[in-house]
């Protein structure tokens, strides 16, 4: 039986039936598109949200508007398990330098002192986002499933935030220039060059650009030979594949990883499963992007099992 509860935000792009599996109370973000407004993962999916980027990308509209979860919406999860008499709390969330979504929680948990005096919540910064942070709450959920505290799940999470790195290849940068991450000069000469971008997440979880080269070949094979030099530096990884409607990049991708695998460059290492890219990094890499996601398979734990029948996305 588990000793604490989980809450995390929608921005760990778990799938339902994971969330099912191991209890875990999801907090949407939500995203504004036309004067309408969506709660991620419940009134909007990956491949509506897909149609949404199709929408801005044919008639250059303006790029869908993210937000974050108030205190409020916080608090209402957190005081609805402290009234059934949950005592622990660990909320997970993304990166609080991409988003206000910590802050919200660290609000909650304050607030929910103050009425539930002998309720502890202890609010974690994955300094990531998508399965990255999806991955370090499937980690503490293992950890709850099995009888475990609080502190043994975030020393879990801590090797696996310290270990961990997210690479992206966007299509193209509109969506960068249009939500002022990269400039209009960028975003033209990587148009007309045939320029990809490698962005990853900082250590704090704040996008940067790690390498350019031309062309998506170059690209897949930059992405597989640094997945080979972090393994040599780390030993065996367990590593995502990850994509958004994107199945050619996926497949310049799977074959470049498969070259390494070939070579003997990732001996010992594992691929998990595909994963997608939901609304909230979406709507900064864009339509087409594809990446990986590693970590020391030392941080990823059995009790998982085969996760592809979960992450495996499915786009129309």
């Known amino acids: 039986m588990s000793r604490f509860a989980i809450v995390t935000d929608s921005a760990c792009d778990?799938?339902?039936?994971?969330?099912?599996?191991?209890?875990?109370?999801?907090?949407?973000l939500h995203v504004g598109y036309e004067g309408v407004d969506y709660a991620d993962g419940e009134d909007i999916d990956i491949n509506r949200f897909c149609d949404i980027l199709e929408d801005v990308r044919e008639h250059d509209k303006d790029l869908?508007?993210?937000?974050?979860?108030?205190?409020?919406?916080?608090?209402?999860?957190?005081?609805?398990?402290?009234?059934?008499?949950?005592?622990?709390?660990?909320?997970?969330?993304?990166?609080?330098?991409?988003?206000?979504?910590?802050e919200g929680a660290r609000m909650a948990a304050r607030a929910?002192?103050?009425e539930f005096p002998d309720v502890a919540v202890t609010v974690y910064d994955s300094c990531s986002a998508t399965v990255g942070e999806g991955a370090m709450v499937l980690e503490a959920a293992v950890v709850a499933q099995q009888g475990g505290t609080v502190d043994e799940a975030v020393a879990r999470?801590?090797?696996l935030r310290r270990g961990h790195k997210i690479y992206f290849v966007p299509?193209?940068?509109?969506?960068?220039?249009?939500?002022?991450?990269?400039?209009?000069?960028?975003g033209l000469a990587t148009s007309l060059l045939d320029i990809k971008i490698v962005v990853s997440l900082s250590e704090t979880g704040a996008i940067e650009v790690v390498h350019k080269c031309r062309g998506l070949?170059?690209?897949?094979?930059?992405?597989?030979?640094?997945?080979?030099?972090?393994?040599?530096?780390?030993?065996?990884?367990?590593?995502?594949?990850?994509?958004l409607k994107a199945p050619h990049a996926l497949d310049e991708l799977s074959r470049a990883v498969d070259r390494m695998v070939e070579r003997g460059a990732l001996e010992g290492s594992r691929f998990l499963t595909l994963g997608t890219i939901g609304p909230v990094i979406a709507t900064h890499v864009g339509l087409g992007a594809m990446?990986?996601?590693?970590?020391?398979?030392?941080?990823?734990?059995?009790?998982?099992?085969?996760l592809s029948p979960y992450l495996t996305p499915h786009f129309e």
């Open 14 to 28: 778990l799938p339902r039936a994971l969330v099912e599996k191991y209890d875990l109370h999801v907090v949407p």
């Open 217 to 243: 070949k170059a690209a897949a094979t930059y992405l597989a030979r640094q997945l080979a030099r972090d393994a040599e530096e780390l030993g065996s990884l367990a590593y995502y594949k990850l994509y």
């Open 64 to 102: 869908p508007v993210t937000s974050q979860p108030t205190p409020g919406d916080f608090l209402t999860v957190y005081r609805g398990l402290a009234a059934a008499g949950v005592r622990e709390i660990l909320s997970v969330h993304l990166a609080g330098a991409l988003s206000g979504t910590l």
């Open 291 to 306: 990446g990986l996601m590693r970590f020391p398979l030392e941080c990823h734990s059995e009790a998982l099992g085969d």
């Open 157 to 159: 999470m801590d090797a």
């Open 112 to 114: 929910l002192a103050a």
């Open 171 to 186: 299509d193209n940068l509109d969506n960068l220039v249009k939500g002022g991450r990269a400039s209009k000069f960028q």
